[in-house]
């Protein structure tokens, strides 16, 4: 395993002086290679949470969590080497703006590969590299980033992580504020990138139509605790899913609407409409 969390809770301290358990008892083993996990949950969940503690951006408050061999808890020394980890569980946030600072998308993209003592040339390729993978060409290197569409911005945000080149891709809410066609686009990029490097990609994401097209496993958080790690196939099924205020896919409900409506049995559930199309052509 790439990352295992054993007992892993984690406590805010709030404005009063009390505490907030945002992770609670938390038990998870990560492949390095291979997984495309969906993170869902309501707001306020732990999702973003549990997800910074996956490249130690954050310390579990009790339990451990060990990345690639090195053990992190509590009681670990501050003066503990973290760095490295971060090479390899590449965390893009929500909000591009957090990532982009530099005068231009070239030195934004360079500025990971630097910060772990790539050479300048070397970080130019990686550079090079990552613009073309995130589907933007090489002109927008000598663009400032702060002058990009959100899309764009989310693009070369990603670009800068995977410059990186980690094994683990975390990706916060990649998917929020784009239009239909931009989030496509996003997802297919991710799809590629899974299939092609074979990268584990861990997505939070809200759409439950994202989830059903592409997760090979989903992880549920409620109030801080873990309540499902399954298929997305099993998540669809399960009688909790309403009370986890969790909504089926569109497609899952166009498929039910139609296995009820002509007497037959479209399982596993179609992940496109492709599928759907030939469920229907098979049955009916």
Do not use: C
């Amino acid at each position: 395993m790439a990352i295992k969390f054993t007992e892993v809770s984690y406590q805010y301290s709030s404005p009063d002086g009390s505490l907030f358990d945002a992770l609670k008892n938390i038990n998870l083993d990560i492949a390095k290679t291979g997984e495309f996990i969906a993170l869902i949950g309501e707001t306020g969940s732990g999702k973003s949470t549990l997800v910074q503690h996956m490249n130690a951006l954050m310390k579990p408050s009790s339990g451990q969590v060990e990345i690639y061999g090195i053990k992190i808890n509590h009681s670990k020394s501050k003066k503990q080497k973290l760095t490295p980890l971060r090479q390899k569980v590449g965390l893009v946030f929500q909000f591009p703006e957090y990532q982009l600072f530099e005068e231009t998308v070239m030195r934004d993209i360079m500025f990971g590969p630097r910060n772990f003592n790539i050479s300048k040339e070397e970080a130019k390729q990686r550079a090079r590299k990552a613009i073309i993978q995130v589907g933007l060409d090489e002109s927008y290197l000598e663009r400032s980033p702060f002058n990009l569409s959100g899309g764009e911005k989310k693009r070369v945000s990603i670009a800068g992580i995977l410059a990186m080149e980690p094994d683990i891709l975390v990706l916060d809410e990649p998917t929020s504020g784009l239009d239909p066609k931009g989030r496509d686009a996003l997802i297919d990029l991710f799809t590629l990138i899974h299939n092609t490097y074979h990268k584990t990609i861990i997505i939070i994401t809200h759409d439950m139509n994202i989830v059903h097209q592409v997760a090979s496993r989903v992880l549920v958080m409620r109030e801080g605790e873990l309540v499902f790690d399954g298929t997305s196939e099993a998540l669809f099924n399960n009688e909790s899913l309403n009370k986890w205020n969790l909504e089926e896919p569109d497609l899952i409900k166009m498929t039910k609407q139609l296995e009820q409506r002509y007497s037959i049995s479209m399982r596993p559930f179609p992940k496109n409409i492709d599928q759907l199309f030939h469920h229907i052509k098979d049955v009916i």
